[in-house]
């Protein structure tokens, strides 16, 4: 598929027995493969054929490799030096390996070819490895490897052997300390993430006739979607009946903690099949579908799941029992679950009932279901309900103008799309919830005329809150709140002298925070009693008793409301002939 035109120029010049032909192939696709910036370079000066070319290969998302070649051939000999670099600043892959090759003719009168490899270097993740001279000889359906190797520090790749039609020929690979998600990004596969240090032998026979190929490997810290799974130990063997590659592997990670793995991939089909057997694994690897608004999750599973489909469009499916905790981040809550189950279906986690726990022992009920296309473009809709559950759980301001801690009792619904992702609370506080909002800020008080003090280096201009900005997600958190004298609401009146109001009351508010912009509140609030513990010039200490059926009255601004507040100070010890 040529998707910008080619061109192609040669000169012949017979007399002096000279070409110069030059290629441009500015983009097309080969085989499902998409390529950009061919160009070709061929000269014949003084009877040296000189060669300059240079490719980028394509992947989905527009990213690549850059590959050149420059070398020169003459009299049967060759020299080379070939490049690779993929401009990738976070995880940088470039070096130059050189080579000479000599063509002649064996001593059963064949072609054959050595090639030297000579020292090099590659660039792999910042560090520097090291390609050892070795030599290479083909001849026709017959390939000598002579320890050819790359190393980095007590990393390495070797590769010793005779590839040939024949069974009792065989090229062994030993490797040390290779990480597998590395090798997993050059073959483009990214529909799910492996990583870990590969250590171990394979090999190859009949290469150039019926190939067979087998594998023994430890992986050390092999992980799944990021989370943990130990130790893994797994036996590869290539069945050529079949056209894939079986896999039997065990992932060790403690007494407690086995992960069976049992199935085959396809490089042919494109497909892979792996029942996964969980004895206890960790839950790290479900942190990847919830990371944006679920700080971390921690447990062990136990149950069946089917990693399976096209290596394009991979699934899960099967069922966990699940003991675990998860910390949600909007909320600074941590939930347990014990022993309850999630089901995996095609494209969906679903989250049926589960009892979910908070550290006080209060319970709650979670539902919905986590969507995804094939482990990509994941979504969710999650619903609690509980009659007493921790849903909130700041213990100070930080960079906001409020905090607390609140028992409620109520509806939590919790969705995502993309990163924004929206929760939306409508909740009774219950004994043992506090609220804490900083009144202190912008005159939200001196406003109201309540009681002012003034000093000479007291500004006088508002200041602003700055949101957090910094997070990746955008979190909308919208509140329904049923205020009853159980709750307590605190207002900061001087943060130097530490003046709080305490009060308890009712009404019905509404309050909306987005993490990057502003937080907002409504209605009203009544007071049913309260305190206000006042130090006048740091040197008067009073406790002022606040009358029912006084107001705080919030319009949107919650620095802007309004304050409708009687309260009494009762003066003790008192003479009545001071009356007369």
């Not at 007399?15 to 983009?27: C, H, S, V, W, Y």
């Not at 073959?187 to 250590?199: E, H, I, P």
């Not at 002298?497 to 009060?503: A, Q, R």
């Not at 019905?508 to 049913?528: E, H, I, P, R």
Request: charged letters at 20%; aromatic letters at 8%.
């Amino acid at each position: 598929d040529i998707q910008k035109p080619v061109q192609l120029e040669a000169v012949v010049n017979v007399r002096t027995k000279q070409i110069t032909i030059d290629l441009d192939a500015p983009a097309f696709a080969f085989d499902g493969n998409r390529y950009q910036g061919g160009r070709l370079h061929i000269t014949s000066p003084q009877d040296t054929l000189l060669l300059k070319a240079a490719i980028t290969t394509l992947n989905d998302e527009g990213q690549g490799y850059k590959i050149t070649a420059d070398g020169n051939a003459a009299d049967n000999n060759l020299s080379m030096a070939v490049t690779l670099n993929n401009h990738d600043v976070a995880t940088p892959l470039s070096g130059v390996l050189n080579i000479t090759s000599h063509l002649y003719r064996n001593i059963n009168d064949k072609p054959e070819a050595h090639v030297n490899i000579l020292p090099s270097k590659m660039v792999i993740d910042n560090s520097t490895w090291q390609i050892e001279p070795s030599d290479i000889l083909y001849s026709t359906d017959r390939l000598l490897i002579d320890h050819f190797s790359i190393h980095n520090d007590e990393q390495y790749v070797m590769i010793d052997g005779t590839a040939s039609k024949q069974k009792t020929d065989s090229v062994i690979v030993n490797l040390k300390g290779i990480e597998v998600g590395r090798v997993l990004d050059l073959v483009a596969f990214d529909a799910v993430t492996f990583s870990g240090k590969a250590s171990g032998q394979a090999y190859l026979t009949s290469v150039f006739d019926d190939p067979d190929a087998s594998a023994n490997l430890t992986v050390n810290d092999f992980k799944f979607q990021e989370g943990r799974m130990g130790t893994l130990v797994a036996k590869v063997d290539g069945d050529k009946e079949s056209d894939q590659i079986n896999i039997g592997a065990t992932a060790d990670d403690g007494l407690e903690a086995k992960t069976y793995i049992n199935g085959y991939v396809s490089l042919e089909k494109e497909y892979i099949d792996l029942g996964i057997s969980a004895h206890g694994t960790y839950l790290d690897f479900m942190h990847s579908f919830t990371e944006s608004f679920i700080s971390d999750i921690t447990g062990h599973a136990k149950g069946n799941l089917r990693l399976a489909g096209p290596l394009s469009a991979i699934n899960l499916t099967g069922g966990l029992r699940v003991d675990g905790k998860a910390s949600i981040t909007p909320l600074n809550t941590t939930y347990e679950l014990r022993d309850d189950t999630l089901t995996f279906i095609y494209n969906e986690i679903i989250i049926d009932s589960v009892r979910i726990y908070d550290k006080h022992g209060g319970m709650g009920y979670l539902s919905g279901g986590i969507r995804h296309d094939d482990l990509t473009n994941l979504s969710l809709d999650l619903h609690v309900d509980t009659d007493r559950l921790l849903g909130y759980d700041f213990d100070d301001f930080g960079d906001q103008s409020f905090y607390g801690t609140v028992f409620a009792a109520g509806t939590v619904d919790i969705s995502m799309r993309g990163d924004d992702v929206r929760i939306d609370c409508d909740v009774t506080p219950l004994t043992g919830s506090t609220f804490v909002y900083n009144a202190a800020q912008n005159d939200a008080i001196s406003d109201q005329g309540f009681i002012t003090w003034k000093t000479a280096d007291t500004p006088q201009s508002a200041t602003t809150e700055q949101p957090l900005q910094s997070q990746s997600s955008n979190i909308y958190m919208n509140f329904l709140v049923n205020a009853t004298p159980e709750g307590t609401l605190r207002l900061l009146m001087d943060p130097k002298t530490g003046d709080y109001i305490t009060l308890y009351g009712t009404g019905t508010l509404q309050a909306s925070y987005y993490n990057k912009g502003t937080f907002q509140m409504q209605g009203t609030y009544t007071v049913d009693h309260g305190t206000y513990d006042i130090t006048i010039q740091q040197i008067i200490n009073k406790k002022f008793q606040f009358q029912p059926g006084g107001t705080i009255v919030f319009g949107g601004d919650p620095y802007a409301a309004a304050l409708n507040l009687q309260a009494l100070y009762t003066v003790n010890g008192v003479s009545l002939s001071d009356l007369q």
